[in-house]
C-alpha cells in the first residue's frame, strides 16, 4: 500500500540531520538524533555473514522524481540502531508509546528526515546552488577512506559500497551549505536563521508529493540489523 502526503564530510551526514531535528522540532527528545553514529558505522570492520538483508531494489519513498532505495534508508538505520539501545536497551524495539511501537517511530523519523534532504538538495540546486570540484573530490576520498577498512563480507550484507556512501555525503554536504548561504543571505543566524529556513521549507514542500511504500519498510526488523557482527 501507498501512502500519500504533502511533504569536512563524514561529520556533514551526523550534522545536517541534527540541524533538520532542530529547525523542524522533529523527533522525541528522549532518544537519540538520527545520524549520530553515522560514521562509526561505517568505519567498523567486523565479520559478517554474506547473506543480503533484503534487495536493493525494494522503493522506500519517492518524493518527486528521486526514489530512495531500501540501502539508503537501511544506512539510516544503522546509524540509529546503536544509540538506540545503548541508551534504552536491547528490548527497546519492542516498547510502545501512545499507541506506536519506537521501532515504527524511528522509520517515520527516518522517512520524514530523507524527505526533508530530498527537498532541500533540490531547492538548493535550483537556486543554483552545487558543490566545487574540489569538495567533490574530497567527499569522495573520504567516502573511500571509510570504504577501506570494512570487511568485504560488512560491504556485501548492507550495500556499503563507495556509490551510496558518496551520495549520502554529497547531498548533506550540498543541504549544509545551503543552508549556510540561505542563513548568510538573510543575514541571520542561530534559531532566526533555523525559523526563516523551516519557514521557507514550508512553501517548497507544497511543490511535492511524496510515495512512502510502508509495505516494504514495515518488513524491516531493526532489531535484526547486525552492527556488532555477534
Known amino acids: 500500500m501507498i501512502r500519500n502526503l504533502p511533504v569536512k564530510i563524514v561529520v556533514f551526514v551526523i550534522t545536517f540531520i541534527c540541524v533538520l531535528s532542530a529547525i523542524f522540532y522533529y ?5 537519540p538524533n538520527v545520524g ?7 568505519s567498523q570492520a567486523q565479520i559478517y555473514s554474506p547473506e543480503r538483508t533484503a534487495s536493493a531494489e525494494i522503493p522506500i519513498i519517492k518524493i518527486g522524481d528521486d526514489t530512495v532505495y531500501y540501502p539508503e534508508f537501511e544506512f539510516y538505520l544503522l546509524a540509529t540502531k546503536k544509540d538506540f539501545e545503548a541508551s534504552l536497551g536491547d528490548e527497546v524495539w519492542d516498547v510502545v508509546k501512545n499507541g506506536m511501537s519506537v521501532e515504527d517511530a524511528l522509520k517515520s523519523d527516518i522517512i520524514e528526515e530523507i524527505a526533508r534532504l530530498k527537498i532541500i ?7 543554483g546552488y552545487s ?4 569538495e567533490e573530490d574530497e567527499i569522495q576520498r573520504t567516502a573511500k577512506e571509510q570504504l577501506k577498512g570494512i570487511d568485504p563480507m560488512l560491504k556485501a550484507k548492507y550495500y556499503l559500497d563507495e556509490e551510496l556512501i558518496t551520495g549520502i555525503y554529497l547531498e548533506n554536504y550540498l543541504a549544509t551549505k545551503f543552508f549556510d548561504g540561505f542563513s548568510k543571505e538573510a543575514g541571520l543566524k542561530g534559531d532566526e536563521a533555523k525559523k526563516i529556513f523551516k ?3 514550508n512553501s517548497w514542500e507544497n511543490a511535492y508529493t511524496a510515495e512512502i511504500y510502508w509495505e516494504n519498510i514495515d518488513r524491516i526488523d531493526i532489531s535484526e540489523l547486525d552492527v556488532d557482527g555477534k
Open 27 to 31: 523527533g522525541n527528545q528522549d532518544i
Open 36 to 42: 549520530e553514529r553515522a560514521d562509526e558505522i561505517i
Open 121 to 127: 538538495v533540490n531547492q538548493a540546486r535550483s537556486e
Open 131 to 134: 558543490l566545487t570540484p574540489e
Open 199 to 201: 519557514d521557507a521549507y
